[in-house]
């Protein structure tokens, strides 16, 4: 019964969304033909980027200073990763020693019986 | 038999705050103590930042809220109400409902004080476009809440429960306190830009949605031992 | 350790390194140059993180409802990667940001959305580690509301104006740049299928072992 109550619950939970959602939308667009959530957003006065233009070879200037953020870049995520990996390393070897010290200590109680 | 259930939780909770009245007043009584500090902490020449007062109203909501949580549910281990709740051959997610209400009246509550007090202190025109604010302030409340709810019912058996909420609330919260400021904000300027509340009011309402959805259906795995 | 996984890490470790080879052929970009190849590792961590959220919040909604502990294992595993690999992400960003709009940070939809669902699975781990018993229903509940944060951070650069570039420019890659970057997407799932898989064990581990410390008491 309860997961029928549930499963109604969603169903009227969206049927509500959907029509507030035209509501509002309907409402917004009557309100201001031209208005977009663009305001909204941070006005940096740049277009967001829809396409990266590849070139053949770069202007002299701007090669260097970026090299040190690309390199950065690359090393941090190598040594994320490699750190990662050790952490994972450390604790399974920790797991696996207590293993064996418990079924050792088990294996004594036993063999004593 | 839904509604009814979670009418008759709410009105428990009702019945025991009219009585002492405590975490109503302490509650309102901190938003109020938030706005100020806030607004003395930004204090430019002698006035508060204008600027800033949807930003305070809804950080000392959420503040006063997040404390409030604490306590209603601190009253409930208190006297062990909850297993009782949990016990009673009803609907959890009614339990759910009805507590979820009962929150989400003493914000509203609180939002009352605190926004002529942030008209007054920051000159913020409240009366421009009142349904709207209101709308506003009742679907950022119910968003916040719902997630609110769910949590410190959750954290009730916990340890460091005080610590935690915070913790786990915030970073899933804080795009409702977003969008409630910025369309706050928006309908705050001199010319009120109406469309763009309409936006954010929207957004609110697809955020309350699905953290009510979400809630209501994770209550009651949560709340099993 | 499964007899496979020498050969899938094998894989992995040639893959990452023939991956710079491969980003340093790639053409480089008009407008923003060299910097612009921290693209090759920035959105394959991120495609490795919102995989990763959406396997933990489904492993977790099955552990609340089916109460199975392998899904309960599978979802912190998931959960720490997320955070690892949205560490990578939150990183390489800004520091192609500094170079590309000329700020370490924006507090953009893109941006902001992104680091609040970072956030949302640390409090995960947090709350697992200090929550004391029962600790896992309530990540399991976090993870639910964060996978359900996923859709939303991707779609955000689509519906506001961000400065992040919008979610068409992977399909509209040109083909010099498109081979580095699926072969680095491909490197990048892989080692995430490893890790997941070799995480999930080290849990298993643990609940071994906490099985035995319970035998060892009864005697």
Known sequence: MHRVTMMKLTTWMIALWLVGMSGASLVAQAGAPGATPAAAGQAVGQEPQDQFVPVKSLPQQDQLPASTLLITAYGFVWAVLLVYLWTIWRRLVKVEREMQELSAKIGEKSARR | MFLKVAWLVMRKDLTV????????????????ACVLVFAFALVKE???????????????????GTLALGRTFERERHSETLRALMLAPVSRPAIYVGKLLGIVLL???????????????????????PLLLIALLVSGTVGFSAVGTLFAAMLVRARSRDVMLPILLYPITIPVIIAGVRGTAALFEAVPAVDLAQMWLALLGFFDVVFVTLSLWTFEPLMTE | MKKSYPLFVLLAVVLFSVAPV??????????????????YYHVPSAMVMFLSAFICGVASAVYLFKARP???????AAAELTVVFGLIVLVTGPLWARRAWGVWWQWDARLTSTLLMWMIFVAYLLVRRFGGPGAEKLGAAMAVFGMANVPFVYVSVNIWRTIHPTTRVVPTLSPGMRGPFWFCAIAFM??????????????????DVEHLYLLADEE
Do not use: C
């Open chain 2, 107 to 129: 914000l509203l509550i609180v939002e009352a004080v605190l926004v002529p007090l942030v008209g007054l202190l920051f000159h913020a025109p409240i009366w421009n476009r």
């Open chain 2, 46 to 64: 002698g006035r508060p930042l204008e600027d800033a007062a949807a930003g305070i109203m809804w950080i000392s909501v959420a503040f006063a």
């Open chain 2, 17 to 32: 705050e009219v009585r002492s009245r405590e975490i109503v007043y302490t509650t309102v009584f901190f938003a109020v």
């Open chain 3, 22 to 39: 491969m980003v340093a052929q790639a053409p480089y970009e008009a407008t923003m140059g060299l910097v612009q190849k921290i693209f």
């Open chain 3, 190 to 207: 892989l080692l995430f299928g490893l890790l997941l898989a070799v995480r999930a064990r080290l849990e298993q581990r643990r609940a």
């Open chain 3, 70 to 76: 392998e899904a309960d294992r599978i979802a912190a």
